[in-house]
């Protein structure tokens, strides 16, 4: 660690993983839910289930965002961050509305929390992905404008670079983008419209940005290839990111009231999606095979070369799987899309998380890397997450295989739930492997607590 | 310049300009190249429809672009060749005159586009119009992309920022502007002229 400032990333990172784990045991309740129709009912309904595992998702991956800016920024900009006192309120008020938030979701009914929270003024709620409670959406709001504010002077009064601007931009683009989780027209097309500037510009388009410049910054360190080379190739991947992901929105467009063109335009952007994420790998394997350093901390470097891979398979040919207009016409909303949905959010943004978390965490306890022992239990736990994230993918690809050819094709289409309780062993198998999931998770958060013979950082 | 100056080796070592410029150029292509694949499948499945709609075009000032931008192209290569031999403000003057033509190009296109929408077609009138209004407008984009990228080279060009021997940017620049031009080359007789 080169600068004090850069310990405020330390809860951040800690609280990610703690929801992290949240995330996955809701998961897991879920996915019994699946094949135990009233498992916990009613105390946990399947939907609220289904919430509180996305939002905890979103939520965590947000707190890692920011844990990697406040560690990344100073040491970019090279100068202390502009108030760590400020990152450290932000952090406990984000963390404390969103416990908050999902104690609502948990405690009373949906509805009912809806009213509570002045849903009746500006109605935001009730929307995928989107439905935290008003004082919620403004609570993030005000915290994403704090933490920018405070990035940017950090920047502003130190060394600009490649990878803190790419980092910036997509950071504002995250608050902006976010802006359009308050708009929700009552006429249902403009509402899917508008609420896909949230959820796909995010994901395809402003996070991936976010993404890269974690990327390159852990790939700097570790190499220490040239900062000119990885930025150049930093900027070829963002610009592919934003030629195709922003027009690529168009392959959520394909059937919900809007102009026919968007198929065209979907089908071919978002065709072409998945190159820069294939950039991303080519980039992270040369880097690494062009190293001019090796770093001790080769789990980190497994994470980063991870990433590469599991992003362009999750989110590039995952996502190129259903993403043509008349393959989507089948395919939509059915277990391809979840499928799809667990390996894309796996590969780019949880890996990204973790990598950056892999390589940061050991410098904010001083040490330039964990003992060797502790990094072989995080290699384990890289294959268990990622071994049995590619199985619960493939089960619930083979699920929505079926689902569709049952459900939606042939001469006599079975019924939803008919269709469902074809398939019911997929899901048993999925279940499976999310158990294994867990088990990699938890030989993660053991490998920080892992002793052993240690190297002091430089 | 003279084609002597150049040596083998160097047309073949790597290609000019920024190597990332490439890469870019290649996603272009390929972008382009999608669209122009998917124009041809919808063509073949509406031969008619498309005939008919294609005879609106107005060939003339398809044509009349077409030469503008090759000469711009043109243009181009003699900025090259003059920074290639020290002349930093020949090489600006060439560059000046490629922009203008682009700024040509972009003028005939904008009165071409007022007349379809005055006649009150749109990317919804129907799938030869949105392959049309389409590819021509995300061209159209690429054309004022390569002059802002040409201004830039101008002016820097303008300020003796370029040598013989240092001129990578000018390189760039070109190679980026005959893409916009190659696309023009194939885009005009694809959906202007091939009935």
Known sequence: MQFKSQAVAKPYFIAAIALFVGQILFGLIMGFQYVVGDFLFPEIPFNVARMVHTNLLIVWLLFGFMGAAYYLIPEEAETELFSPRLALITFWVFLAAGALTVVGYLAVPYATLAEATGNNMLATMGREFLEQPLPTKIGIVVVALVFLFNISMTVLKGRKTSISLVLLLGLWGLAVFFLFSFYNPSNLVLDKYFWWWTVHLWVEGVWELILGAMLAFVLIKITGVDREVIEKWLYVIIAMTLITGIIGTGHHYFWIGTPEYWQWFGSVFSALEPIPFFMMTVFAFNMVNRRRREHPNKAATLWALGTGVMAFLGAGVWGFLHTLAPVNFYTHGSQITAAHGHMAFYGAYVMVNLTMISYAMPMLRGRSANSPSAQVLEMWSFWLMTVSIVFITLFLTAAGILQIWLQRMGETPMSFMAAQDQIMLFYWLREAAGFVFLLGLVLYIWSFFKKGEVQTAA | ?195
């Open chain 2, 1 to 195: 310049m003279t084609i002597d100056t150049i040596t083998p080796d160097e047309i073949l070592a790597t290609p000019p300009g920024d190597l990332a410029i490439w890469f870019f150029i290649f996603a272009e292509l390929l972008a382009f190249g999608v669209f122009f694949v998917a124009y041809a499948f919808a063509r073949a499945h509406n031969v008619e429809l498309f005939d008919e709609s294609q005879r609106q075009l107005d060939i003339s000032s398809g044509a009349i672009n077409t030469l503008v931008l090759i000469t711009s192209s043109y243009f181009m290569v003699r900025a090259v060749a003059a920074i290639k031999q020290g002349l930093s403000r020949v090489c600006a003057r060439w560059i000046a005159a490629a922009i203008a033509l682009g700024g040509i190009f972009l003028a005939i296109k904008l009165v071409e586009f007022h007349d379809k929408f005055s006649a009150g077609i749109s990317l919804s009138t129907n799938t030869f119009y949105m392959f049309y209004l389409s590819l021509t407008i995300f061209h159209f984009m690429h054309v004022i992309l390569g002059m802002v990228i040409l201004a830039a080279v101008m002016l820097k060009a303008r300020r003796g920022g370029y040598s013989a021997q240092n001129h990578t940017d000018v390189e760039t620049g070109a190679s980026y502007w005959h893409m916009v031009d190659l696309l023009w080359i194939i885009l005009f007789p694809l959906v202007y002229v091939i009935h």
